[in-house]
C-alpha cells in the first residue's frame, strides 16, 4: 500500500519513520510539508527518501494519505485529499 503522509512535525515524522524502517505492506511514496526546507533534513536521512508534493497531488500518489498537519491545516488537507464529487 502506498501511504503518503500530508505534514512532517513530531507525528508525521514518527509515522514517516516508521514506515522507513519497514511495515510489512506499506511504503511511504510522497508527503506534503509547509516548510519543505526545514523538513529536507529529516526526509534526507530517511531510507528511502519520498517525494515533497503539493497537498493536492498527495491522493493522486497513494492509497492512503494520512493526515498529521497542524489543526489550523485540518480542513484544507481534507479538501485537498478528498476525492471529488
Not at 512532517?8 to 506534503?32: N, Q, S
Amino acid at each position: 500500500m502506498k501511504v503518503a503522509i500530508a505534514g512532517m512535525g513530531a507525528i508525521g515524522r514518527k509515522i514517516a519513520k516508521a514506515l522507513d524502517d519497514g511495515i510489512p505492506g506499506m511504503a511511504l511514496e510522497a508527503v506534503a510539508v509547509g516548510n519543505p526546507q526545514k523538513a529536507g533534513e529529516f526526509l534526507t536521512g530517511l531510507k528511502r527518501p519520498p517525494r515533497v508534493l503539493a497537498l493536492n497531488a498527495l491522493a493522486q500518489h497513494a492509497d492512503i494519505v494520512i493526515e498529521s498537519a497542524p489543526a489550523a491545516f485540518f480542513a484544507r488537507a481534507g479538501r485537498a485529499c478528498a476525492p471529488s464529487r
